[in-house]
């Protein structure tokens, strides 16, 4: 049951999102029948989610709705990244919970991901890119962010949507608060990411 309501309370939010993400996304925003995942709740999930979810405004529906369904989802990190570039500090202080996509989502559909992000805080995610579009919906903030590689992190609140267009070099620095975000790539959803070197 709280799984269908976070789904629900992604679908409001996705509704207010505006332009370029709202269309971009809402246009790729499907699901199947719900299907049974395998819990998964890790001890960087354990120490910085109660926290972000303290921090993050419940006038939100998708705040409260994330905090009765989290022990219910499949919370992994993404692997994908060489360590010694990505860094070990993002490496192993991070994860993330699809609800919607290929592989470990009670929804399952093809070249589609949805989900929440969880960075625990002080941790830069370094310059990366990535084939897929992406929307980043932080729902703790301010964080520190950069694009194209260039230039220093300027501080984004809560509740201001990112869009990545395709390979658009980005990076994060997250504040004292833990980072958590709902995410979506809207297609080449299991084309792997890459850490970009940069002067930054």
Do not use: K
């Amino acid at each position: 049951m709280s799984i269908a309501a976070l789904l629900g309370a992604v679908r409001e939010t996705l509704a207010a999102l505006p332009e370029p993400a709202g269309s971009a996304v809402r246009a790729r925003f499907h699901h199947g029948a719900e299907t049974a995942v395998q819990p998964l709740w890790p001890e960087i999930v354990a120490r910085h989610l109660p926290a972000a979810l303290a921090a993050a405004d419940p006038r939100h529906g998708l705040v409260p709705a994330l905090a009765a369904a989290a022990r219910s989802l499949r919370w992994v990190s993404y692997d994908a990244y060489p360590p010694h570039l990505i860094g070990p500090e993002f490496a192993s202080g991070h994860a993330f919970a699809s609800l919607i996509g290929e592989e470990d989502a009670p929804f399952l559909v093809d070249d589609f991901n949805l989900g929440f992000f969880l960075v625990a805080p002080e941790i830069l995610y370094r310059d990366h890119r990535h084939l897929a579009p992406e929307l980043y919906l932080p729902l703790t903030g301010p964080h520190g962010w950069r694009f194209n590689g260039r230039g220093g992190f300027a501080p984004l609140p809560a509740w201001e949507p990112v869009w990545n267009p395709p390979m658009r070099i980005h990076a994060t620095q997250v504040g004292a608060t833990p980072f958590l975000s709902l995410y979506a790539w809207t297609e080449h959803a299991m084309t792997p990411a890459e850490v970009v070197l940069t002067d930054g």
